[in-house]
Nanobody, 126 residues
Framework: QVELVEAGGRVVQAGDSLTLSCAAS????????MGWFRQAPGKEREFVASISWGSSRTDYSDSVKDRFTIFRDNGKDTVYLAMIGLKPEDTAVYFC???????????????????WGQGTQVTVSS
C-alpha cells in the first residue's frame, strides 16, 4: 500500500509563488508515474501535471503550462509542484497521485491513477 501526503498549501496573493510537496511512503516511487490534480469549489477534479518515474517526461494542462513545474526526488520519494504567477483561478484543493508506469510514461487520466493523497488547499486572493 502506498500513502501519499501533500503539504505546502496556504493562502497567497495573486502573483505569488508556492511549491507543494507530496511525500510517498509504503514503497519506493521508482516505477511510478506521478501526477498533480486539482479541484476547485463546485468543479470537477482536473489534471494539472504529470511526470514519468525517471523524470524524462512531463506534461501540463494548458492552463498551467509555463507557470507550474513538476519535479521529483526519487531518493526522497517526493514529488513537487512549483507554481509561479498564481492567479485566483488557481484556487483549489491540490491532490497528488501515483500509478505504476513504463519508463517515460506520463498520464493525464485521473481514472488510471491507483493512489491518491488527501489534498492540500491553495487559495489565491486577488
Amino acid at each position: 500500500q502506498v500513502e501519499l501526503v501533500e503539504a505546502g498549501g496556504r493562502v497567497v496573493q495573486a502573483g505569488d509563488s508556492l511549491t507543494l510537496s507530496c511525500a510517498a511512503s509504503g514503497r519506493s516511487m521508482n516505477n511510478y508515474a506521478m501526477g498533480w490534480f486539482r479541484q476547485a469549489p463546485g468543479k470537477e477534479r482536473e489534471f494539472v501535471a504529470s511526470i514519468s518515474w525517471g523524470s524524462s517526461r512531463t506534461d501540463y494542462s494548458d492552463s498551467v503550462k509555463d507557470r507550474f513545474t513538476i519535479f521529483r526526488d526519487n531518493g526522497k520519494d517526493t514529488v513537487y509542484l512549483a507554481m509561479i504567477g498564481l492567479k485566483p483561478e488557481d484556487t483549489a484543493v491540490y491532490f497528488c497521485a501515483a500509478r505504476l508506469a513504463y519508463r517515460g510514461e506520463v498520464d493525464t487520466a485521473e481514472s488510471r491513477y491507483e493512489y491518491w493523497g488527501q489534498g492540500t488547499q491553495v487559495t489565491v486572493s486577488s
